[in-house]
């Protein structure tokens, strides 16, 4: 079944065939299908002249592109070529400056160590003739000291030996002194020892004597009550007995006592003498020793002990002086060449240090020309390359 649904897009198709199948008979109705006819042949021919002068256009501007790219891509590949020149040429150059440079440095390096080893050599030698020297005079100063302390030590063993003999002489003397005043005393002691010990044993045999006559006479007068009251026979026999034999008790007390008493003086006599003795002997034992220490000491004893006394100390009191006077020469001498030492020490560190100083500025002086030769070689290098390249 057919309808009328519209064909294209809003019924295009029926409204140009419509257009098409008309026939106007009034002159607007042929203007107007003239006039649209006119303007369609317009249209499809600016159409078609348009797509003529596109593809003309696109065919001129793919030849200008294919011509552009073309000059672009020579221009790359020359650029690249002189970039890759320029570059061989700078890679070149830069070997040669480095190749310069560092035959420069090593020759520089080798210069500063030449330099620096004769620096160090020189002040070593310098250093060696300075602790030669010095060497020297310490050497020279401990012969003087050992010298001069030699010298003081033979004076003090001479004046100690002096000072000693007087000392044994004088002890001697004074030893004797005390040895004879020790003898008085001890005689006088043991003298006075023994009177009490005889009047103890005195007294201690009366006193024995009074008690036994008393114990005999309690006895008896015991003995005489007993037999009183006895009526045996024999008392009186008895009492004659005990009488007899306390008179033979007390004479043989008495006997005792006065043998005791015999007995301790032959002692006391005894010690006295052999103290006596003792105290000769030592006494001339101590002196011949000292007279004999004196005499193998100096060969004389002097007779004045206090005019050896002073003249021993007027020779100490030289022997100091002598002394203090050659120390404070020693030191001045010591002091004096310590200085000398000293000075020269610092004069030849001062030259060395002078030294030191201008080699290093020869040294910095050679290292900045070099350095200033070889950037205006640079820059001359430089210089006639940008010309080169100009000229080209």
Known sequence: MATNTAQGMFGFQQMMKDFYQSDPKDDAGKLQKRTFQADMIQQALTSQQAEQRAAKAQEYELTGTKNAMDLDLRNQEQLMKTQNMYGQQKMASEFVYQDRFATNEAQRDADRAVLAGNIQQNQTKLEGAENRL?????????????????????????????????????????????????????????????????????????????????????????????????????????????????????????????????????????????????GDSDRKSIGAGADADIKRNTGTVGSDIQRATGVQKGVAGGTQMEQARQAGDIDKEKIGAQGDVDISKIGASGDQAVRQIGAQGDSDRATLGEQTRQTAKDRANQRQYSRELAAR
């Not at 009186?236 to 008495?254: K, M």
């Open 134 to 278: 010095t060497l020297g005079e310490q050497g020279r100063q401990t012969r003087m000291n050992i010298g001069a302390q030699g010298t003081q030590d033979r004076l003090t063993r001479v004046t100690d030996g002096q000072q000693n003999r007087l000392t044994i002489g004088t002890q001697g003397v004074e030893t004797r002194k005390n040895i004879g005043a020790q003898g008085d005393q001890d005689v006088r002691k043991i003298g006075a020892q023994g009177d009490q010990n005889v009047r103890a044993i005195e007294s201690q045999g009366s006193v024995d004597v009074t008690k036994i006559g008393s114990q005999g006479k309690v006895d008896v007068a015991n003995i005489e009550a007993q037999n009183r009251g006895d009526l045996g026979t024999g008392v009186n026999v008895d009492l004659g007995r005990i009488g007899a034999q306390g008179i033979e008790d007390r004479a043989n007390i008495e006997v005792q006592g006065q043998a005791n008493i015999d007995q301790i003086d032959a002692q006391k006599e005894a010690d006295l003498a052999k103290i006596g003795a003792s």
